[in-house]
């Protein structure tokens, strides 16, 4: 399985960017997909997750500001951070993970995220 993020950029303060991440490869059974972030000198955070059914969780400081969203259709497995009202300590890399069923995990390559004031 190998994920595949795109999408970052830099944006100034009050400004949009959607995050995309594809995952190919063979997986069955339920899965979570999810971003993480991580800025400079500080410890990876989770962002937000999303079940294969679609039940999403987000932490507390992107909520009403991010959307998590997935497409399952055809078996690509593609989730969707939109992040709208961007603060310039949403500045960060941003990863993309995959949970599957037993607990593996497997992380894409950061998208450097670039929020300016």
């Known amino acids: 399985v190998q994920l595949q993020a795109s999408g970052g950029g830099l944006v100034q303060a009050g400004g949009s960017l959607r995050l995309s991440c594809v995952a190919s490869?063979?997986?069955?059974?339920?899965?979570?997909m999810g971003w993480y972030r991580q800025a400079a000198g500080e410890q990876r955070e989770l962002v937000a997750t999303?079940?294969?059914?679609?039940?999403?969780?987000?932490r507390d400081s992107v909520k009403e500001r991010f959307t998590i969203s997935r497409d399952n259709a055809n078996a690509r497995n593609t989730v969707y951070l939109q992040m709208n009202s961007l603060k310039p300590e949403d500045t960060a890399l941003y990863y993309c993970?995959?949970?599957?069923?037993?607990?593996?995990?497997?992380w894409g390559k950061g998208t450097l995220v670039t929020v300016s004031s």
């Open positions: 993970n995959l949970v599957v069923w037993g607990g593996r995990t497997y």
């Open positions: 999303i079940t294969r059914s679609g039940s999403a969780d987000y």
């Open positions: 490869g063979t997986f069955f059974g339920e899965n979570v």
